[in-house]
């Protein structure tokens, strides 16, 4: 697009409302929020590269602290940023500096990448002894990215959002790039949002009906690892909250991203997946006191940031980023909401994944449900009404809050995590915490009005080993991030069964096989919502990396190559149990099991221990455990019944004997669905092939196995 020149633009007062760059009637509205600052300048460039500033509009109007200006004859794809001046008082939370060009908080398109070898984007002399509290006179503009004037019309073509219900959503947690940019991916768009569609084909197969992307608002790399010749793959390192992230566009123009992302969703929601969104508003790409100014720090320090009170100059970090955003003061509150409505009714999103969620209900240094922001996006009629999920931890005191967010909020489910890998690995004591964990955890989510399904249970995620290595390597192996392996979580509750890393020794390549299979049938045979790392359906590595956040390589990358040799099979086996998952309600009913039962009513679940006994729930050598799902019983929606289920787990290592019990249809018999200790193709089959369980009365599942049998 061509833009008018700066010579025909005429400046009027414009409003205050809304913040960021508007387009409107006859041109663009341009509004920024800084309580402390003493003056603003909005400035206009031609060129993405542009050094000097085509156009300086000192914005006169201030309203309610929001600093505005209307230009008329201004049109999308103009490209500008802002100077602000104040005082400059490190010591006293103050940051401005008038020779910095400074980001628009609200840019919904930014364009470039910042170039730290180019320009002194710190605010303060770095040579100085003094550090940050020196003052730099020296510009930012070189390496320096630009903002995006965004107002172009795009057609949805009548897109609406499928609207899956939690107990039927199955979210595969991915990274954009990484998903298609190996170049085994076959795409066209390699590691890019129209890649992404152009896999939608193999995640309907799988039986995918929702993605989690890993953060795709516009970030920054942090200078020590362009040093090192790395970079933040992951991406959380947020700076354009309202902005998709430009490196994951095909299009060369400045806002090719924002349509690209918009074609990524539509697509998505046509195929009847939908686009959560892993977002990061717990701090920002600006790191502690040393850091660069980009944005908020120079726009209003004070006002965006939580600081220290006995120490101003210094900040709050329960992140370990360095800083972290200020939810006490209500010009973040609204710019947070502002920011997740546009995601969700511009970009038409269905939910979001909050990083380090428990510092977002932070009252000053401690955790409170009752929170500023989580009363605000209880009573938004929009953003209440779509999927809210917590990573429920920080790193500050009483970070750990699984259990305890409000009644919106799904949470990523750490306990379940854990006490999957260590039942599985056949740690001792874990049977009671198993029951609790298969059936949706009730002990975290069973008294505050929330369900199973507001637990999303998961085995492994971005962060940390992959399924493969988690049954690979019993140590991580972080070398090449640059930090002599001192980063990353030391306690992974891993084993390697033998041998660290690859081995060619095929009995511990069969009991590796078996337990990712375990892994896998305990997270889909679970009350609440699984989640499942995208590329472990064919047991993608990293090489016992279990921080690879700085690599965008093909240690990352989803080599789709792997599908061609061995691991194919287990890609069979996860893509038929979620398909079994699918066929039978008995497994997504929305509320927590029934056991106990008066009159008529007839029990959900019964549990079973071993030789025909009840469970052994206290002791900590048991292993092996099972219940039997009564497909009769479903109480919603009335009209559908379904059949009996009996699933039986065993993480010890020998073989348990379990009477089968009688299905609730009395001419029904047991027949094998899932055993994992039987061969590639015996060890899952559809229902049309299942084995009748001869003789029948019992079952005997090997050691370090799984099994599911259905009555029919």
């Keep these: 697009m061509i833009r008018p020149s700066t010579d025909t633009f005429r400046i009027t007062e414009g409003s205050y409302y809304p913040q960021g760059a508007r387009v409107m009637s006859g041109g663009v509205n341009f509004a920024l929020f800084s309580k402390n600052a003493t003056s603003v300048e909005l400035c206009l460039f031609d060129q993405v590269d542009s050094t000097e500033p085509s156009m300086v509009i000192p914005m006169k109007a201030k309203d309610r602290f929001v600093w505005h200006c209307f230009v008329n004859g201004c049109s999308p794809s103009q490209l500008y940023l ?312 920080d790193i500050g005191a009483d970070s750990y809050q699984v259990g305890n967010f409000p009644v919106d909020w799904a949470e990523w489910n750490g306990r379940f995590r854990d006490s999957v890998r260590r039942y599985v690995r056949g740690d001792p004591g874990m049977l009671r915490d198993m029951g609790y964990r298969l059936t949706g955890s009730s002990d975290l989510y069973g008294d505050d009005g929330r369900s199973p399904y507001h637990s999303i249970n998961f085995i492994t995620c971005h962060d940390g080993f992959t399924l493969n290595d988690l049954v690979t390597y019993e140590q991580k192996h972080n070398e090449a991030n640059g930090e002599k392996n001192a980063d990353g979580n030391n306690c992974n509750d891993s084993a390697n069964y033998g041998v660290e890393g690859p081995t060619e020794v095929q009995s511990i390549i069969d009991i590796r096989r078996r337990q990712v299979k375990n892994f896998m049938v305990t997270l889909i045979v679970s009350r609440g919502v699984p989640m499942i790392m995208g590329g472990d359906e064919f047991l993608r590595t990293q090489c016992g990396n279990n921080n690879a956040y700085c690599h965008d390589s093909p240690l990352t990358w989803f080599d789709w190559s792997l599908m061609e040799s061995e691991r194919r099979k287990f890609r069979r086996f996860v893509r038929m149990l979620l398909r079994f998952k699918a066929a039978h309600p008995v497994l997504a009913q929305e509320h927590f099991y029934r056991e106990a039962c008066d009159g008529e009513c007839r029990a959900e679940i019964v549990w079973h221990g071993t030789d025909g006994g009840e469970p052994q729930w206290e002791n900590p050598d048991a292993r092996a455990i099972a219940f039997h799902l009564n497909g009769s019983a479903i109480k919603k929606p009335v009209h559908v019944q379904d059949n009996d289920l009996f699933v039986i787990l065993n993480s010890g290592g020998f073989n348990a004997k379990f009477t089968t019990p009688e299905p609730s249809n009395k001419n029904a018999k047991w027949y094998r669905i899932v055993d994992t200790s039987l061969p590639d193709g015996e060890d899952i089959v559809d229902e049309s092939k299942s084995v009748m369980i001869e003789p029948p009365g019992f079952y005997i599942l090997n050691g370090n196995s799984s099994a599911v049998l259905l009555a029919k």
């Design 82 to 393: 802002y100077r602000v001046d104040g005082p400059w008082d490190p010591k006293n939370g103050q940051r401005f500096n008038k020779n910095i060009y400074l980001l628009d908080p609200y840019a919904t398109a930014i364009s470039g990448k910042y170039d730290w070898s180019l320009g002194n984007h710190h605010a303060y002399d770095r040579g100085s002894p003094e550090k940050d509290l020196s003052f730099s006179t020296l510009s930012n503009i070189k390496g320096c990215p630009k903002c995006v004037v965004n107002g172009s019309a795009f057609d949805w073509k009548g897109d609406h959002p499928p609207s899956i219900p939690m107990n039927r959503t199955v979210i595969y947690e991915m990274h954009v790039g990484g998903f298609t940019k190996h170049p085994s991916s076959g795409v066209d768009h390699p590691g890019t949002y129209l890649g992404a569609v152009e896999k939608i084909n193999y995640l309907l197969d799988l039986g995918i009906n929702a993605v989690e992307l890993l953060p795709v608002h516009e970030g920054i790399t942090d200078e020590f690892l362009t040093g090192r010749g790395l970079t933040n793959y992951w991406g959380y390192n947020t700076i354009g909250f309202f902005a998709p992230d430009s490196r994951f566009r095909v299009g060369s123009g400045p806002a090719d991203q924002v349509m690209e992302f918009k074609t990524m969703v539509r697509e998505f929601h046509k195929a009847g997946i939908e686009v959560i969104l892993d977002v990061v508003y717990n701090h920002t790409g600006e790191g502690n006191y040393e850091g660069p100014s980009l944005c908020f720090r120079g726009v209003d320090n004070a006002t965006y940031y939580q600081l220290l009170p006995e120490n101003k100059r210094k900040y709050r970090d329960f992140t370990g980023c360095g800083n972290t955003f200020n939810f006490d003061n209500a010009q973040v509150i609204k710019f947070v909401m502002d920011s997740l409505r546009y995601w969700v009714q511009e970009m038409h999103v269905d939910g979001f994944r909050f990083d380090l969620a428990s510092s977002l209900g932070r009252r000053e240094t401690h955790f409170n449900r009752l929170a500023a922001f989580f009363v605000a996006i209880h009573q938004d009629p929009i953003l209440s009404t779509v999927k809210l999920i917590a990573e429920p931890w």
